[in-house]
């Protein structure tokens, strides 16, 4: 068996308040399809989610089911906090053929277990939860009234335990340990996926008390005209001279994930560079004085805006998002945003990473937060300069 998280208690509690939730909604199924959720409401950790699986989780108060791929069924006697049996496998005949599909064998078992007339929520926008898997479960449950559960569990994902603030903290020391190796590694010459390759051994092994996961993100690393564009991927190019390099770095313990961006400077900064790194900074340590409980994501943006405006700068994309539990290919939890017009009110437990990205025609910079709400102000989670780093 591998070590749960958490004890069974805090999983026994998020239920709670899920069922709660469902109640008000008068939903009286819920199938998970989102696999960060999957993990919170189960602890099912496995790379199982590229063949579909869900977790069911009823009204009444009994452990849930986790249904996937037959094969993957083990990974949940060894992962899950529920009983053995409630970790089920579709058949291998079902797997990815055209004339069956795994949602029909699931909608199958649910009409078997009774619940074929239920008032069904189903999270509808997750990412491995596709138009055919719907369509299929919909034909399967003909008498039921299938709902929209989409965020029903981000929401309560989103206000974290002492627990989970713990495991964001771990995340938070792997963090700065990556930035620390790709702040050594990177120098003109290099090959930046030979950069990546330190990087991704600092995400994992850099703390001798706990392993570091995979992160949700993969690593970026924008140098040169490449830091235009905020998620170009790395290759075998060389660094350069005289370039800015935009890095885009995580650390996740127990897939508890902490973000942190950060901008290098190979040789001397132009002046363009020095005057935006000012402006991004200042609006930067404004978040940070801003943010507390009670004040809402898009008044927090706005703090943000304030500040760039003196500067002549503007940015369009939000500047931030609650970050959490993390499975690729995402790590925010799609429900607090930092922008204009979001009117979710911070609380303490929140945590949301706040990027201040600027991208100019041939070059970029990037600065980055985990910010952790608290009772009556914020904390930054990562411990780390935020200036721009020059290595000549």
């Given at each position: ?136 479960l919909t034909e399967g449950l ?155 994501g898009e008044a927090v943006e ?91």
């Amino acid at each position: 068996m591998i070590p749960l998280p958490f004890p069974k208690d805090e999983y026994k509690a998020r239920l709670r308040r899920l069922r709660a939730e469902m109640a008000e909604r008068d939903l009286e199924l819920l199938v998970v399809t989102d696999v960060a959720n999957q993990h919170y409401l189960t602890a099912f950790d496995s790379w199982s989610f590229y063949t579909p699986q869900v977790v069911l989780v009823p009204v009444e108060d009994e452990e849930p089911y986790w249904i996937g791929r037959a094969m993957d069924a083990a990974g949940g006697r060894l992962t899950v906090w529920m009983d053995p049996a409630r970790s089920l496998g579709w058949p291998e005949t079902y797997v990815q053929q055209t004339d069956r599909h795994p949602m029909d064998w699931i909608a199958g078992w649910i009409r078997d277990k009774g619940w074929g007339r239920r008032r069904i929520g189903v999270e509808t926008e997750a990412y491995y939860y596709s138009a055919k898997a719907h369509e299929r479960l919909t034909e399967g449950l003909p008498d039921a009234r299938l709902l929209d559960g989409n965020l029903i569990v981000n929401w309560l994902r989103a206000k974290k335990s002492p627990a989970e603030i713990a495991y964001m903290r771990k995340a938070a020391r792997l963090a700065e340990a990556t930035m620390r190796a790709a702040y050594d590694a990177i120098a003109p010459g290099l090959r930046e996926c030979d950069a990546i390759a330190r990087i991704y051994a600092a995400q994992t092994a850099s703390q001798p008390d706990y392993a570091g996961d995979i992160t949700s993100l993969p690593p970026t690393i924008l140098g040169g005209a490449n830091a235009s564009a905020p998620h170009v991927l790395w290759s075998d190019r060389r660094f350069g001279r005289d370039e800015t390099v935009a890095l885009e770095l995580a650390g996740a313990c127990r897939h508890y994930t902490a973000g942190l961006a950060r901008t290098m400077q190979l040789g001397k900064p132009p002046q363009a560079v020095l005057d935006t790194a000012k402006a991004v900074l200042e609006g930067m340590q404004a978040v940070v004085d801003f943010t507390r409980p009670g004040v809402t994501g898009e008044a927090v943006e706005a703090a943000w805006r304030a500040v760039i405006a003196r500067h002549g700068l503007k940015k369009e994309s939000r500047i931030g998002y609650a970050i959490g539990i993390g499975y690729p290919p995402d790590w925010g939890e799609h429900t607090i945003s930092l922008r204009a017009g979001d009117k979710s009110v911070l609380e303490p437990g929140n945590t949301v990473h706040c990027i201040l990205g600027i991208w100019m025609a041939d070059w970029g910079m990037e600065v980055s937060e985990t910010i952790l709400v608290t009772e009556r102000a914020c904390e930054c989670l990562t411990d780390f300069p935020r200036e721009v780093h020059v290595k000549s």
